[in-house]
């Protein structure tokens, strides 16, 4: 069995040559060709989109709220019964004709 020293040390040569390695460069201008289309594409991070998310949330929780507001003054005006119309018609419409 390798001891650790020899491990170690067999991982930073091979880290060496990969670092002085065209496979570095290409890794480079992968990652700058690929942020630059994400960039293009405007995505959004997950911090970006929980944010958006959470502000959704509150805004439909306040729409609950109103629309149940709404609805109680609604039903504060309760429609008329024909007795009332009746008697505010003729209230209204002056004598004489």
């Not at 040390?9 to 990969?18: L, T």
């Amino acid at each position: 069995m390798l001891n650790k020293k020899v491990l170690d040390e067999i991982s930073s040569k091979v880290s060496e040559i990969v670092s002085q390695s065209p496979a570095k460069d290409i890794e480079k201008n992968l990652k700058v060709l690929v942020t630059g289309l994400f960039n293009r594409m405007e995505l959004v991070t997950r911090d970006e989109f929980d944010v958006q998310q959470e502000v959704l949330q509150r805004t439909r929780e306040k729409l609950i709220i109103l629309e149940a507001k709404v609805a109680t003054l609604e039903s504060r005006l309760e429609p008329e019964t024909p007795e009332n119309n009746t008697a505010e018609q003729s209230a209204a419409q002056p004598k004489g004709n």
